[in-house]
């Protein structure tokens, strides 16, 4: 919801699709610059999928599992992978003339691969076991690394980032945040705190400026609000 009023708030026009409609502000639903789409989107088709795609400069994925037993133990286990693949598949299945932006909410809980992260013994012993006993970290996992290893960093038709906040907060102001190419503090023994609203605000600075896009294109940024830092 940030990222859509971020967004909307750059007179940016909207595409969304969401479960349920009838939980978004009535602002949303009256907005001239706002198209809502109510579906499930691993249950549409890929037809659907391609046309709901085809002119959008960007794509974002903030999907995640809901914090119940069904949402973390139930099916699809693979939400976050499986909606990268197909809206990527479906990016591609359009051949835009430029490269359409993809951006994958992601977490500082999963390392980029493409870097030589340092993670101490005792955080990737305790990952170990996180992946063993929630299944969403490894769906998160999955999901950048099909960016990192399917997509790439020279594809035709699509371009990526993937935003890693540290712990999520809710706070009504965007404030001053910092980025930083990989974590600088254990997501398991020394997290930081991200406000939704900045991450926010940081993906539509990605969609919106193509000089932010350039720095962190084929990256997976790490954000924390600087607060949380000092």
Not at 39 to 61: I, P
Not at 188 to 215: C, Q, Y
Request: aromatic share 8%.
């Amino acid at each position: 919801m940030q990222l859509v009023e971020q967004l909307l708030s750059r007179g940016q026009d909207v595409k969304v699709i969401v479960r349920s409609p009838d939980k978004l502000p009535d602002s949303w639903k009256s907005n001239k610059h706002l198209f809502i789409i109510s579906a499930s989107v691993l249950e549409l088709s890929d037809k659907e999928m391609v046309e709901h795609v085809n002119g959008c400069h960007s794509v974002v994925s903030c999907l995640g599992h809901n914090i119940s037993l069904k949402g973390i133990y139930g099916k699809p286990r693979r939400l976050v992978t499986e909606a990268t693949r197909r809206l990527t598949d479906s990016i591609r299945a359009n051949k835009p003339e430029e490269p359409v932006k993809y951006i994958l909410m992601n977490t500082t809980g999963n390392s980029n691969r493409d870097l030589n992260e340092s993670i101490s013994f005792g955080q990737r012993f305790m990952f170990g076991l996180i992946r063993l006993l929630l299944p969403p970290q490894v769906d998160n996992e999955k999901a950048a690394d099909y960016l990192r290893t399917r997509i790439g960093q020279g594809d035709q038709f699509v371009e990526w980032v993937a935003v890693r906040p540290d712990g999520l907060i809710n706070e009504e102001e965007v404030s001053k945040y910092k980025l930083y190419p990989s974590p600088i503090r254990s997501a398991i023994f020394n997290p930081g705190k991200t406000s939704r609203i900045n991450v926010g605000h940081f993906m539509a600075e990605l969609i919106s400026k193509d000089d932010v896009w350039k720095r962190w294109k084929g990256q997976m940024p790490v954000i924390y609000n600087e607060t949380s830092l000092q």
